[in-house]
T-cell receptor, first 114, second 114 residues
Framework: GQQVMQIPQYQHVQEGEDFTTYCNSSTTLSNIQWYKQRPGGHPVFLIQ?????EVKKQKRLTFQFGEAKKNSSLHITATQTTDVGTYFC??????????????FGKGILLTVNP | DTGVSQDPRHKITKRGQNVTFRCDPISEHNRLYWYRQTLGQGPEFLTYFQNEAQLEKSRLLSDRFSAERPKGSFSTLEIQRTEQGDSAMYLC????????????FGNGTRLTVT
């Protein structure tokens, strides 16, 4: 079945450093989404990418969808302690692309040393 | 928009007991989802409703699990004869019907089976 992989599962950075993480799918995705889960919290939707090669920015966060629509990246510029949390990527499981059945990666826990 | 509400936040039960969780989605959202999350993992899809109709159930959802959404508003998830392996965070999410609408998660119900 479809797999969405995020490696590594943990990353520790010094405040102010940049951070990049990657997400790889075993199948081509119609879209890819990123969620953030703060410690003790619930996943919160960040962004959705649909087009091949699409790049979207949210303040210090830059998201990219790969040309083959099988991978994605999240880059954070000048990390802050507010960036702490687990970042999940997720893609629709069915070929139609409807978001009702998402496959999530295991996530990467980002910790930031002040 | 008060967000997705789940009750209770925490439930501790003894093995073999039945438990029921409730989810109140965002009022204008027709779609409602149940996901399960264990430590170090991303959310895993359990089941999905479009209004009151349960349209899909994951193979993860054994016969001991049942979900309802009788009036197309709130939903309940019941687990009968709980087992220690059922210990997890049970997340409810809702979304609009439109294609590619992102999921809005509730705070979850953390179940501990002793």
């Amino acid at each position: 079945g479809q797999q969405v992989m995020q490696i590594p599962q943990y990353q520790h950075v010094q405040e102010g450093e940049d951070f990049t993480t990657y997400c790889n799918s075993s199948t081509t995705l119609s879209n890819i989404q990123w969620y953030k889960q703060r410690p003790g919290g619930h996943p919160v939707f960040l962004i959705q990418l649909v087009k091949s090669g699409e790049v979207k920015k949210q303040k210090r966060l830059t998201f990219q969808f790969g040309e083959a629509k099988k991978n994605s990246s999240l880059h954070i510029t000048a990390t802050q302690t507010t960036d702490v949390g687990t970042y999940f990527c997720a893609g629709p499981r069915d070929s139609g692309g409807s978001n009702y059945k998402l496959t999530f990666g295991k996530g990467i826990l980002l910790t930031v040393n002040p | 928009d008060t967000g997705v509400s789940q009750d209770p936040r925490h439930k501790i039960t003894k093995r073999g007991q039945n438990v029921t969780f409730r989810c109140d989605p965002i009022s204008e959202h027709n779609r409602l989802y149940w996901y399960r999350q264990t430590l170090g993992q991303g959310p895993e899809f359990l089941t999905y409703f479009q209004n009151e109709a349960q349209l899909e159930k994951s193979r993860l959802l054994s016969d001991r699990f049942s979900a309802e959404r009788p009036k197309g508003s709130f939903s309940t998830l019941e687990i009968q004869r709980t087992e220690q392996g059922d210990s997890a965070m049970y997340l409810c999410a809702s979304s609009l019907t439109s294609y590619n609408s992102p999921l809005h998660f509730g705070n979850g119900t953390r179940l501990t089976v002793t």
